[in-house]
């Protein structure tokens, strides 16, 4: 049996401990400005290609990566050395289509860890749990293979979502609740059979709306909340998009979400209860559209970096688009957010860090961190962040 880490100041799971890319415990000032006298490497290590975030839980660091479009390997390292400690690997390379390809077939979806085990999702619809010890296998499940389910096209894109006993995930063509200890479905539901539209590209979250416990999920063509506890679909709603391509993890805000998708634009909904339960009505939507970028909240005020490679702040309640930023950036952002300052990695291997003002857009400073891609999101953790390049990682410590 697998003996927990200590839990240090972690970031276990997409985008973070509460998945919105905030900085909580242990969070320390961030410095006045990006400089590199202040923000310096410890260690580095090579890796081959992959979009998945670095993982950190007590003193190990986790990757995920694509060999020679052959094989899937998961590493575990050490946080203050970068000493690799073991490896995982298995067959699990596959071709995506399309507009995707161009940016490569990689791994996607970024690993969850809950101390004993990392679960891991691999693009051919797998999803593996490893000893955080070790890197054995404690189980894995194969969904096409176990159930018949569509292989997607896109490969298994969805970042699991950790419970205390279960995992919550987009995949096997379903959202399914599956047991930590064995791999097993609970239950599914938001089910779709078709190989294109089965699959999902946003990560679920979970959030309270009208004192309702729920899975907050988008799949490719809808935006739904749902029951943990046995599956049952609060309230649902679709949402427009150029061939599904609803990316974004969605964003709960009170009783009230926001999402916005390539091809359709930006939407405000309002979840309210009924005589069945609860049911949700569109309040707002503007012609800026999202692409890859999952948006960060501070004072109620969205920040979301566009299709259009701008950075808007955008007032929901007031039903407005208070800025946008007259330069185009890259194709994706990654961001955390610490107090009124945001840390932005640009897909292009450039840190933004900004301080949020919906007056207008204020640039701190900027610093060129690597030379190749960064698709995978930012990870930080006290004073130290760890950046995942398409050819390696890296960790840093502010000073």
Known sequence: MATPLVASINWDEWRGPT????????????????????????????????????????????TVET??????????????????????????????????????????????????YLYVGGMKDVLVALDVT????????????????????????????????????????????IRKSDGKTVWKTLEDGRAMFGEAFSSPTRTTIGGKDQILAQTRTLLAGVSPKNGKILWSTPVKAFRGMNILTPTPIGDRVFTASYGGGTFWYEVKANEKGQSVTE???????GNMSSPVVIDGKVYLHGRDKRFHCIDPEAKKILWSTDKKYGDYWSMAVNGSRILALDNRGIL??????????????????????????????????FVRDLKGLTSYRWK
């Open 352 to 385: 933004l860090l900004i301080e949020a003002d919906p007056g207008g857009f204020k640039l701190v400073s900027e610093l060129e961190v690597t030379g190749s891609p960064t698709w995978a999101h930012i990870t930080i953790c006290g004073d130290e962040v």
């Open 19 to 62: 998945r919105d890319g905030m900085v909580h415990k242990g969070a320390q000032v961030w410095p006045e400005k990006l400089s590199k006298e202040n923000f310096k490497k410890a260690w580095s290590v090579e890796l081959a290609e992959g979009y998945a975030s670095p993982i950190v839980f007590g003193e190990r660091v986790f």
């Open 134 to 177: 070790t890197g054995k296998v404690k189980w894995r499940a194969d969904f096409p293979q176990d159930e018949g389910t569509q292989k997607p096209q896109f490969g298994f894109v969805c970042s699991p979502l950790l419970g205390k006993d279960h995992l919550y995930a987009q995949v096997g063509s379903a959202l399914r609740k």
């Open 283 to 289: 309040l707002w939507n503007d012609k800026v559209e």
């Open 67 to 116: 060999k020679d479009k052959k094989e899937e390997i998961v590493r575990a390292f050490d946080r203050k050395s970068g000493k690799q400690l073991w490896e995982s690997s298995w067959e699990g390379s596959m071709k995506v289509p399309f507009y995707a390809a161009r940016n490569g077939s990689w791994v996607r979806s970024t690993p969850a860890c809950d101390g004993k």
